[in-house]
């Protein structure tokens, strides 16, 4: 697992830019030492605690861990990474504030609004909701005020989502940690920062077995294989993120390793698209009890969530998902998985 990220001093000499483009094993030794940007207020949501863990560590995202609490902190501090990007938010005074490695901070004030959804109307889509006239949507929205989809890099969020299956959200975080350890570029600003996840070019050159090594188990073989598809078709997940929502799933679900849950994580935490209703043991649950849906499959479920939910079902089955694995009962199938 990657250890802690102090801040110490500044690194000179480097180019971000121009180490990415060296291979990892050609790269030169990186100083593990960096400083922090200043801490900045991020402006258009103040979640609380509860909901800020819920967003950054429910099951959207793989890449964002709670640091440990020092007697000298005014409250507790998330770090998380994507693509180029790491970045740490904490909660002072209820006002949201975040802070990246100083050779990062140009990038990554422009990447982490839209990551966390605040280029967004969010109060506009949540009020697009039919809670007025469902009982139960309105208690969830209660209970999680503020509750982010955030909008992940694509290739990234596919990576994820195909370690998933069956395994619960702390595994799939163990899973990703290693693929990046192992197989992503480090990072030029400083060696203790965490490694980018490897590209679906760079994933195609690994070994099924060394896939394997990083605890993926039998989903190394779909990762692999689609890793080979996609190194074999530049730009076609580009392509597919612009699509309508019907069209991108379709073509997901040519991929091997994906089926309908999978695409619709994919396109909702990673293309925005919000008509997309993913279906987990959490879903079943929640439509069984809460909407008198028992026995209903899968597919029949995500038609009712985007037929009852309309345009925005994503958001509505995030916060379904949420208040199920928070006060719901746990099934015999209980996972935290999406």
């Known amino acids: ?82 693509s180029e990007q790491v970045a740490q938010l904490r909660l002072n005074h209820n006002q949201l504030e975040w802070r990246t490695p100083a050779a990062h901070y140009a990038a990554t004030a422009v990447a982490l609004p839209r990551y966390l959804g605040l280029d967004l109307d969010h109060h506009a889509l949540v009020d697009s909701l039919p809670w007025r006239s469902d009982p139960h949507l309105a208690r969830c929205l209660v209970a999680f005020p503020g ?4 909008r992940q890099p694509l290739g990234e969020t596919l990576l994820g989502f195909l370690c998933s299956a069956t395994k619960q959200i702390v595994q799939i975080k163990q899973m990703v940690a290693l693929l990046a350890e192992r197989h992503g570029a480090a990072s030029p600003v400083a060696s203790t920062l965490p490694h980018r996840l490897p590209t679906w070019t760079e994933l195609a050159a690994i070994p099924e077995i060394d896939l394997r090594a990083c605890l993926l188990g039998f989903r190394a073989k779909y990762i692999h294989a689609s890793a080979q598809y996609l190194a074999s078709h530049p730009g076609w997940l580009e392509e597919t993120e612009q699509l309508p929502y019907a069209a991108a799933k379709a073509r997901l679900l040519t991929l091997p390793g994906v089926g309908e849950k999978v ?28 909407y008198q849906l028992t026995g209903w499959k ?34 015999s199938a209980d996972t935290a998985s999406k």
């Open 263 to 290: 695409a619709d994580c994919v396109l909702l935490f990673g293309a925005g698209q919000r008509a997309a209703f993913p279906v987990d043991t959490w879903i079943l649950q929640s439509l069984a009890r809460r």
């Open 147 to 150: 509750l982010r989809i955030l």
């Open 1 to 82: 697992m990657v250890g802690c990220w102090p801040p110490i001093k500044v690194i000179s000499g480097k180019n971000p830019r121009a180490l990415n483009r060296i291979s990892r094993a050609d790269q030169p030794p990186v100083s593990p030492t960096f400083i922090w940007s200043e801490w900045q207020s991020l402006m258009g949501w103040q979640p609380s605690p509860e909901v800020l863990a819920e967003t950054l560590d429910g099951g959207q995202a793989f890449r964002w861990r709670r640091e440990a609490v020092t007697p000298s902190q005014i409250s507790e501090i998330w770090t998380g990474t994507w």
């Open 298 to 331: 899968p597919a029949q479920i995500a038609q009712f969530g985007r037929a009852h939910f309309g345009p925005n079902a994503g958001l509505a089955q995030q916060y379904l998902f949420s208040w199920e694995r928070k006060f719901g009962r746990p099934s």
